[in-house]
């Protein structure tokens, strides 16, 4: 019986050697941050977010715990074309206390084929799945003014002689988000209904040394079927345009972006998949993005500026304007610091508006402005205006900020905090 028990344990062993012999190799990376601080008034920790939409300034402004970790591996090879997998998961707490359990997203899940032909398909790809398609984003704010993400297919990067052309077609679904922690949605009403995005992209025209252009046309159409009712509840169908500019300068670049967008199309490309047929909206917005690099010193700076509206209601107005400096004495340490103003007005209302200042000492891999990871010692200084005092409030905390902070029951019109944070990406 031993004789047979060890015959048997051996071929299995031989049977997962093998197997693990023509493993693809995983290539790991990811996103990370987390911390730990507090209110100078006590307490967990405090964020300032202002009232734009334009993102927030971020250092010394992240009061969560967030991790991206992604895999990708090369699956096969034929000829020139390359059979290529990429996953990510993604969760993030609160950051309160030891024992914290996070409900993970299945961010990406996504599969290419490269280089799948000859001329210009040589440098195309062919991919499905789930997938960041192509994000922008403005780092020291995280804001990403181009977000088509979720479920779709594609062709891109065929090159056209003077650009890079792209087609991704994307679904989204209505959404049920009653679900434990309200993070696992379900299909809404039997998944009626959906809209389909249709995103086409000319990428890297160059102007020989005035920069390059990129093109983004998102749009969006209704895609559903009668419910049980028989009916069909149609979201809006719409467009979203965007343009930007990049040069380099100081070592780094500068991004200028213009975006319009109507009705069921938000700016960043995203489709109104909860809305209805007779929904009305329009937008524009213009962003400018720098990032230096010059030497001992670096940094970023960022205005944004965006008009909306919906339903024929009244313009809201947002912009926000700020700027990051790192100072590094060598290829460890460095002394900096961010100040930002946000703003936004409703017509009719009065406006809201806010100061953030942090100061900042850090550890990083180098002098880079982009050197990760990097652990920061921080103090974070906030004011608002009297229309925001009178709503209440008092700044945010936990997980994307979403939880208002109790600090007494007076108003208040200021607030600081301090902390230490890493940040990596890898």
């Known amino acids: 019986m031993n004789f047979k028990l060890s015959a048997i344990a051996a071929a ?25 601080g507090s209110s100078v008034d006590g307490g967990s920790m405090v964020c300032y977010w202002g009232p734009s939409g334009l993102g927030h300034f971020r ?64 440098t195309a790809n062919i991919w499905a799945g789930k997938r960041y398609y192509k994000r922008q ?32 077609y994307m679904r989204t679904g209505d959404m049920d988000w ?32 005035f920069g390059s252009l990129d093109f983004i046309a998102d749009i969006v159409s209704p895609n559903s079927r009668e419910n049980s009712d028989g009916k069909k509840n149609e979201s809006a169908s719409g467009y979203a345009l965007t343009a930007q500019h ?9 991004r200028a972006v213009i975006q319009i967008a109507q009705d069921g199309a938000n700016l960043d490309g995203t489709a109104k998949w909860w809305s209805s047929d007779t929904y ?35 313009d809201t107005t947002g912009w926000n304007l700020g700027g ?32 953030k200042l942090t100061l900042a000492g850090q550890i990083s891999a180098g002098k880079s402005f982009w050197a990760r990871p ?21 700044g945010c905390t936990g997980r994307d900020c979403g939880v208002g902070v109790e600090n007494g029951a007076g108003l208040a019109s200021n607030g600081s905090t301090y902390g230490v944070q890493f940040e990596a990406w890898w």
């Open 246 to 254: 990049t040069i380099g300068v100081l070592g780094g670049f500068n």
């Open 137 to 168: 984003d403005i780092h020291m704010t995280d804001f990403f003014y181009n977000a088509v993400t979720g479920p779709g297919a594609g062709l891109e990067n065929v090159d056209v002689g003077f650009g890079k052309l792209s087609y991704a």
């Open 59 to 122: 250092l010394g402004n992240e009061c969560d715990t967030y991790f991206e970790l992604a895999f990708d591996a090369n699956l096969a090879e034929k000829g020139e074309t390359k059979f290529n997998i990429h996953t990510m998961i993604a969760g993030g707490t609160q950051q309160l206390n030891d024992w914290e359990e996070s409900t993970p997203s299945w961010r990406q899940m996504w599969a290419e084929a490269t280089n799948v032909g000859s001329g210009p398909l040589a």
């Open 12 to 36: 299995v062993a031989a049977a997962t050697l093998s197997a693990g012999a023509g493993a693809a190799a995983v290539d790991f990376h990811g996103y990370a941050r987390s911390g730990v």
């Open 374 to 394: 990097a652990i920061r010692a921080y103090y974070t200084y906030a004011n608002w205006n009297d229309a925001m005092k009178n709503s209440g409030y008092h």
């Open 280 to 314: 009305e909206s329009e937008g524009w917005r213009f962003l400018d993005h720098l990032v230096f690099d010059a030497g001992a010193w670096n940094g970023s700076a960022t205005f944004g500026y965006q008009v909306t509206s919906e339903n024929k209601g009244p």
């Open 178 to 209: 009653s679900g434990a922690g309200g993070f696992k949605p379900n299909y809404a009403d039997g998944g009626a209904k959906s809209v389909t995005t249709h995103d086409l992209r000319l990428e890297g025209v160059q102007l020989g040394g």
């Open 324 to 355: 990051r400096v790192w100072y590094h004495f060598n290829d460890l340490y460095s002394i900096g610091g961010e100040v930002g103003h946000d703003s936004a007005k409703t017509d009719g209302q009065e406006e809201r508006s806010m100061n």
